[in-house]
C-alpha cells in the first residue's frame, strides 16, 4: 500500500483515485480489508497507458498487453518483470506435470497485443527451444460468432490447423500449446493426430474452458501417451497452472494462482467466500510492484478446491464463463 500510494513512487493512476476511496489505503493490512477497494478493472479499457506506471519505476521499460476484449473493449496492463518471475514459477510447475524441460513449442493461439503469446514464448526461450506460432486473430472468431456466421468459423478453424499442421510437419516440436476447441479440431485429422503423437511430449490447453469429457477424451483416447496438462489466466491475474493430480481429487484439473501476487477468492452473489466444494464467481486480487488491481470481479466461475498443504492457497476446478442474469451472451469462440 505504502508503494502504490506514496506520491513519489505511486502511479497517477491510483494516486488520483486515492481522494475518492473514503478511506487511508496504508491502513490497510489483509487481504480482507482489499475487498473495500472499488473494482476498477473497467477504466482499464480507457486509461493512458503510462498513467498505469509506477513513479518509483521511471525508465523501466514496459510492454502494453491487452485482454481478449470478451466482454467488450479490451482491457489494457503494462508490465517490466512481474510476469517473468511467475512464469519462472509456473515453469517448475509445468515440469512436475511432464512438458519437457527443453524443446521446441507450437502456439496455437493469439499473440498481437494479447500476453499470452509472450508467456510462451517466454516458457520456451527458458528452455533453449524455437517458439512456432500461427496468425490468429480472436476478436474476429469472436465477431463471426456473435453475427451468427458460423460456417465462416467454421472455415477459420481449419486455416488455423492448417497452419498448424504445416509446421508440425516440418518441424520438431516439444510442446504444442493450444485452446480446446483447436484441439478438438486437430482431432478430427487422423494424420495430424499421428504426427502430434509421434512429435509432441506435452500438450498445455489454455485460453477457454474444457469439460471434464473433453480432457478425458484427449488423454484417454486421441493422446494417451501425452502429457496434458491446463493453464488458467487471463492478462490481468496471470497464469494459475494445473497442480499435480491426487488420487483423491474430485476434478480432473486443478489450478493454482501465483502464491506471491496473486488472491483468487471464489464468491456468490453477496460477494460470500463459498465452501470448498462450491461454485462461486472468481474474485481477484492482484498485487504487485508494476501493478496493482484489487478486488476485480471476473467473468469466470469455478469450484473451490482446499489447499494441498497448510497455509497454501485454494485450488480452481471447473472453469466457466460468468454470466449474470440480464447479461450479454460472452462469446468465447476459439479463445
Known amino acids: 500500500m505504502a508503494w502504490h500510494f506514496d506520491p513519489t513512487t505511486g502511479s497517477p493512476f491510483w494516486l488520483r ?36 506506471v509506477p513513479r518509483g ?13 470478451t466482454t467488450g473493449s479490451p482491457k489494457r496492463i503494462v508490465d517490466a518483470r512481474y510476469r517473468r518471475a511467475m512464469l519462472a514459477w509456473a515453469r517448475d510447475r509445468l515440469l512436475d506435470l511432464g512438458v519437457p524441460a527443453n524443446g521446441n513449442w507450437l502456439h ?29 486473430d480472436p476478436r474476429w472468431v469472436k465477431r463471426l460468432v456473435a453475427a451468427g456466421k458460423r460456417d ?24 504444442l500449446n493450444a485452446t480446446p476447441a483447436l484441439l478438438e479440431a ?20 489454455a485460453g477457454m474452458s474444457a469439460s471434464a469429457e473433453t480432457l478425458r477424451v484427449l488423454d484417454e483416447y486421441f493422446f494417451p501417451e501425452v502429457a496434458i496438462a491446463g493453464v488458467y489466466g487471463n492478462s490481468l491475474m496471470g497464469v494459475a ?32 467466500i463459498v465452501d470448498y466444494g462450491e461454485r462461486g464467481r472468481v474474485r481477484l486480487h492482484l498485487i504487485s510492484p ?11 466461475s469455478a469450484v473451490r478446491v482446499a489447499p494441498t498443504t497448510a497455509g497454501g492457497v485454494d485450488g480452481l476446478a471447473d472453469v466457466q464463463p460468468y454470466q449474470a442474469p440480464g447479461d450479454a451472451e460472452i462469446i468465447e469462440g476459439v479463445y
Open 108 to 136: 496455437i493461439a493469439p499473440t498481437g497485443p494479447h500476453v499470452a503469446g509472450t508467456d510462451v514464448a517466454t516458457h520456451a526461450a527458458m528452455g533453449g527451444g524455437f517458439f512456432h506460432t500461427v496468425d490468429f
Open 57 to 69: 519505476m521511471a525508465g523501466t521499460v514496459f510492454r502494453v498487453y491487452e485482454s481478449g476484449g
Open 152 to 175: 465462416v468459423v467454421g472455415q477459420y478453424v481449419q486455416h488455423l490447423v492448417d497452419q498448424a499442421e504445416t509446421v508440425m510437419a516440418t518441424q520438431d516440436i516439444d510442446v
Open 186 to 205: 486437430i482431432c478430427a485429422r487422423p494424420r495430424l493426430v499421428e504426427t502430434v503423437n509421434a512429435k509432441v511430449t506435452a500438450i498445455l490447453w
Open 17 to 52: 483515485k486515492r481522494d475518492e476511496l473514503g478511506f487511508d489505503p496504508n491502513e490497510i493490512d489483509t487481504v480482507a480489508d482489499l475487498t473495500g477497494f472499488p473494482d476498477v478493472s473497467d477504466e482499464l479499457r480507457s486509461v493512458p497507458v503510462q498513467d498505469l
Open 290 to 300: 508494476e501493478m496493482f488491481l484489487p478486488n476485480v470481479m471476473e467473468r469466470d
Open 241 to 272: 497452472p494445473q497442480r499435480p493430480r491426487l488420487a483423491d481429487d474430485a476434478h480432473r484439473c486443478v489450478f493454482e494462482p501465483f502464491p506471491e501476487t496473486t488472491r483468487i477468492d471464489l464468491v456468490d452473489e453477496d460477494g460470500k
